[in-house]
Each structure stands twice: as structure tokens, then as C-alpha cells.
């Protein structure tokens, strides 16, 4: 992997949000050593079967839906007919219960130690990790969710954060899974994404664990303005074989540059954010003052 030198220095300098998707915690294993986390296929037709006396109609939509990828619109649907508790027990059993372990991913990002991680993943890996580890920021951690009011004195104090862009585990009931919850809670919670759009505005942002299909990403770049004139691009990191046309639509759009690792091996992303990890702290040891 090929890593910016402009990267590695806004990193270094704490200016770069590293923004956490669902692909950092597909490695990790339950307490069993056989549970993974669900990719969003699994997570949504594990939901589907949640949905007590499906129709055939509705079933016939709802898989047409998720084999075509169409994830936002096939979970709008499976959502509205599951029921509340239903979903809450869903949510606790496939993503609480295993204890799933931390990943490589996990302890590469924090030996980086950003400032600030975004993530939209539901579960408390991430956050478990970094308070369970030796290697923690001596500042501690601070979990912020989008309905939580707190955001703006973490921003201002040393301590890191860690923004739960789509709500928790904690409370199944503020999980974002739909378009629909999203645009409710841009309305009703106006102010936290005020700030996370002047974040995206602000810092270069690292985008790890995400498919460019996947539709936690396209609501973030549907709706969160990256594409303020500036001459720093956000960067994303994904498998070798992306069309060029799509790589240049992506840039053009969203001033997004492709960090590629090898199709499929994922050892290659291991090793590669292993050494993002050497790279910045060489540069941090270089120039103590940034």
C-alpha cells in the first residue's frame, strides 16, 4: 500500500478524522473463536427472518432488494415491519452477546491515535478496545452518539473521541439504520450535524472499512458536503480493481483519492496500516512539535 506523504503528516498533526466502517469489524471472532460481526447482507436478511408472518410479497421485495444491493431500500422496508422489541433483541443477540474481539484494524488506528474517530457501526468494539488497552491515550476516550449533547466541550478538550455517527448498541431505539431515521435525525438533532459537517470540512478524512456499495457511505456522501475547493483530498481505502472511470467520478465528486490493497488479501491491509503506524510515529518522532 501506498501511503500520501500529505497523509501520513495530517495524521501525525492530529488533523485527520479516521472514519470507521463496517469492514474493520467483519475480522473480529466472538468469545467463541467462531462468530464473526454480519456483513450488511447477513445483518439484513438475519432482520428479514425477525419479521413475523412475512408475506410473500413483501419477502419477494425485500430479497429482490437486498440481492440488487439496494440496502438502504431493502432495510426502510424489513425495518417497518419488524417489531420494536424484536429489533432490540436482534440487535443485542448479533452484535452485543458474542463479545466480539478487537481486530488488527482496531489496534492500528489506535496506535495512530487521532484525535477524533467516526464511526457508523453500532457495536462497542472499537470503544472496548481502546479502554481495555495498555496502550491508550493518557487523555482517555470519550464516546460521543449523535444524540448526545457533549460533542462540542470533547472537541475543545484534550481527551480523544469517539463519534457514533449512527447511534449505539447502548439504545437500539436511536440506531440509525434507514434513510429515513437519518434525515429525521439530521432534523432533530440539527446541531450535531452542524459540527460534523464543518469536521468534514475542516480535517482530511481516512476512510477505513468501507465499500463504496456499502449504504453507510452513500448516505454520507449524499448528504455531508466534502467537496469544499481545497487542494487536500479525503482518502479511502479499498481492494485493487476499481474501474478508473469510478475512481475519477468518486474524485470529482467528492475530492476522494483510493488507497488500494490487494483484492482479497487482506493481510495486505493488515501489514499496510501496520506500517501507516511506523510512518507516523517516525514523523511525529521527527518533529516533536506537530
Known amino acids: 500500500m501506498i501511503w500520501p506523504k500529505s497523509l501520513v503528516t495530517e495524521l501525525a498533526s492530529r488533523r485527520c478524522i479516521i472514519f470507521l466502517g463496517a469492514g474493520a469489524s467483519v475480522s473480529c471472532v466472538g468469545q467463541d473463536g467462531r462468530i464473526h460481526p454480519p456483513k450488511w447482507i447477513d445483518f439484513l436478511t438475519g432482520l428479514r427472518d425477525c419479521v413475523q ?60 491515535d487521532p484525535k477524533i474517530v467516526i464511526t457508523t457501526n453500532y457495536d462497542k468494539i472499537y470503544e472496548n478496545y481502546c479502554g481495555s488497552s495498555n496502550e491508550s491515550a493518557s487523555e482517555g476516550y470519550n464516546v460521543a452518539k449523535y444524540y448526545d449533547d457533549h460533542l462540542i466541550a470533547d472537541l475543545r478538550s484534550p481527551i480523544r473521541i469517539i463519534i ?25 438533532y440539527l446541531n450535531f450535524y452542524k459540527i460534523l459537517d464543518s469536521l468534514f470540512l475542516s480535517h482530511t478524512i481516512l476512510f477505513i472499512g468501507y465499500s463504496l456499495n456499502d449504504p453507510d457511505i452513500s448516505l454520507l456522501l449524499e448528504n455531508v458536503n466534502i467537496t469544499a475547493p481545497s487542494i487536500h483530498p479525503h482518502y479511502f481505502v479499498t481492494e485493487s480493481g476499481l474501474i478508473d472511470v ?25 501489514l499496510g496500516l501496520e506500517e501507516l503506524v511506523d510512518l507516523v510515529e517516525n514523523k511525529r518522532a521527527s518533529n516533536p512539535a506537530i
Open 53 to 112: 408472518m412475512l408475506s410473500s410479497d413483501d419477502a419477494s421485495v425485500i430479497n429482490d432488494l437486498i440481492e440488487k444491493e439496494k440496502f438502504l431500500d431493502a432495510a426502510e422496508i424489513i425495518y417497518s415491519l419488524v417489531p420494536s422489541a424484536d429489533f432490540t433483541n436482534f440487535i443485542r443477540v448479533t452484535l452485543d452477546t458474542p463479545k466480539f474481539q478487537s481486530s488488527r484494524i482496531h489496534k492500528s488506528i489506535l496506535y495512530i
Open 164 to 188: 457514533k455517527a449512527h447511534g449505539c448498541t447502548s439504545d437500539s431505539s436511536k440506531v440509525i439504520l434507514t434513510k429515513s431515521q437519518y434525515f429525521n435525525a439530521r432534523k432533530k
Open 246 to 270: 469510478l475512481k475519477q467520478s468518486n474524485k470529482n465528486s467528492y475530492n476522494l483519492d483510493f488507497i488500494e490493497f490487494e483484492r482479497g488479501n487482506f493481510e495486505d491491509l493488515y
